[in-house]
Structure formats: C-alpha cells, structure tokens
Nanobody, 123 residues
C-alpha cells in the first residue's frame, strides 16, 4: 500500500501563490507517476497536472499551464504543485494521486489518493 498526505493548502487572496506538497510513503517503489486533481464545490473532480516518478516528464491541464507547476523531489518522495496568480475559480479541494503505471493523462485512473487539502482564493 501507498499513503499520500497533502499539505500547504489555505486561504490566499486573488493574485497570490500557494505551494502544495504531497508526501508518499509505503510501497513507493511501485509508483510510476503522480498527479494533482481538484474539486470545486458542486463540480466534478478535474485534472490539474501529472508527473512521472522520475520527475522528467510532466503534463498539464491546458487551462492551467503557465500558472501551475508540478515537480518532484525524488529524495524526499514528494510531489509539489506551485500555484501562481491564483483566481477565485481555483478554489477547491486539491487531491494528490499516485499510480503504478507510467501514464500521463487527464483520467482519474490512479491507484492511490490522498485526503485532499483545501485551497480558498478570495476576491
């Protein structure tokens, strides 16, 4: 099993920045990719970004590329999401996910999920 724990969420004003972190533990040797998803109130969960376990390849939701950056710290078994120029519509619960297959796409077909961290952007 793999456990994922997110941190770094909070309240920020529009135009501000936040950095989310996801710590993976357990059978991490089986992991091939990590991703971030988010879910706004009353909406479906949507893809944000994904990265291979090596950290060499990334994939973003087209609407977020340029403002959000995903990265990996291979030594610490973490994945981070740097979010800049935040907008009120970025508000939601952000989930970290990990998978055993080296696939970077928008689908939520991940093997493991974190509990989520709340991000609130005020106008």
């Amino acid at each position: 099993q793999v456990q994922l724990v997110e941190s770094g969420g909070g309240l920020v004003q529009a135009g501000g920045s936040l950095r989310l972190s996801c710590a993976a533990s357990g059978r991490t040797f089986s992991l091939a990719a990590m991703g971030w998803f988010r879910q706004a109130p009353g909406k479906e969960r949507e893809f944000v970004a994904a990265i291979t376990w090596s950290g060499l390849n990334t994939y973003y939701a087209a609407s977020l590329k340029g403002r959000f950056t995903i990265s990996r710290d291979t030594a610490k078994n973490t994945a981070s999401l740097q979010m800049n120029s935040l907008k009120p519509e970025d508000t939601g619960v952000y989930y970290c996910a990990a998978r055993n297959t080296r696939v970077l796409d928008r689908t939520p077909n991940y093997d493991y999920w974190g509990q989520g961290t709340q991000v609130t952007v005020s106008s």
